[in-house]
């Protein structure tokens, strides 16, 4: 149980397009959900906070405009990256908060690639 | 604003051996979670262990355990026996209760030699 399917795995297209990417929780409901952003050899940072039925919070530095989320349903959250530079390119994680203490279930993540 | 420390940025270790990997972190807050995640070069994040910070018990799952030392704001995992397939970046990270979204330390890269 509690499986976060996030699509596509690994895209690349070229600079000024946008892309939207998804998260869904198969086996659970998830009013809300986290997007991180993972540069090579580094951590996991957050992005933005997703919550089903009003609008994202969105961290320090992190370009609202830029990164569009929209959670619409109690189990898909979108992220798109619109007019997207070669600098966005970066690989993009969801996570969705569980039913268990603490509990977070991580979507397989997203290599975007920008050319 | 909590944060988290993994100070070892690589470590290595011997097949069948035990490595520990150190974490220590930073909160005013009574109430929380602590985790170990391992992210193999597939890059999925894998949940190997969770502790709650009301148990004084230390979690343990089969090879992993941890040495949780509250006062201390410490929280190392120790896998005993390693694997190959152990090797992988390892993130220590921290969620307050309430809030949803893990805190994150910088990892560390674990090897394993065969």
């Known amino acids: 149980g509690a499986v976060v399917s996030q699509h596509p795995s690994w895209v690349i297209c070229k600079s000024g397009t946008s892309v939207k990417i998804e998260c869904r929780s198969l086996?659970?409901?998830?009013?809300?959900m986290f997007w991180y952003r993972q540069f090579p050899k580094q951590s996991l940072m957050l992005m933005a906070t997703?919550?089903?039925?009003?609008?994202?919070?969105?961290e320090q530095g992190v370009e609202k405009d830029k990164f569009l989320i929209n959670h619409a349903s109690l189990t898909l959250s979108t992220l798109t990256v619109t007019s997207a530079h070669p600098e966005d390119s970066s690989f993009y994680i969801c996570?969705?908060?569980?039913?268990?203490?603490?509990?977070?279930?991580f979507g397989d993540g997203t290599r975007l690639s920008i050319l | 604003a909590q944060t988290v420390t993994q100070s070892q940025p690589e470590m290595s270790v011997q097949e069948a051996e035990t490595v520990t990997l150190s974490c220590t972190y930073d909160?005013?807050?009574?109430?929380?979670?602590l985790f170990w995640y391992k992210q193999p070069p597939s890059r999925q994040m894998i949940l190997v262990i969770r502790?709650?910070?009301?148990?004084?018990q230390n979690a343990t799952e089969n090879r992993f355990s941890v040495n949780f030392q509250k006062a201390a704001k410490s929280f190392s995992l120790k896998i005993s026996d390693s694997q190959l397939g152990d090797a992988a970046m390892y993130f220590c990270?921290?969620?307050?209760?309430?809030?949803?979204?893990?805190?994150f330390g910088k990892g560390t890269k674990l090897s394993v030699k065969p």
């Open positions: 996570s969705a908060r569980g039913t268990g203490p603490g509990a977070q279930h």
């Open positions: 086996d659970f409901q998830a009013t809300t």
């Open positions: 997703s919550n089903e039925g009003s609008k994202a919070t969105y």
């Open positions: 909160t005013s807050e009574s109430d929380y979670y």
């Open positions: 502790q709650e910070a009301y148990k004084q």
């Open positions: 990270a921290y969620n307050s209760r309430g809030q949803g979204n893990l805190i």
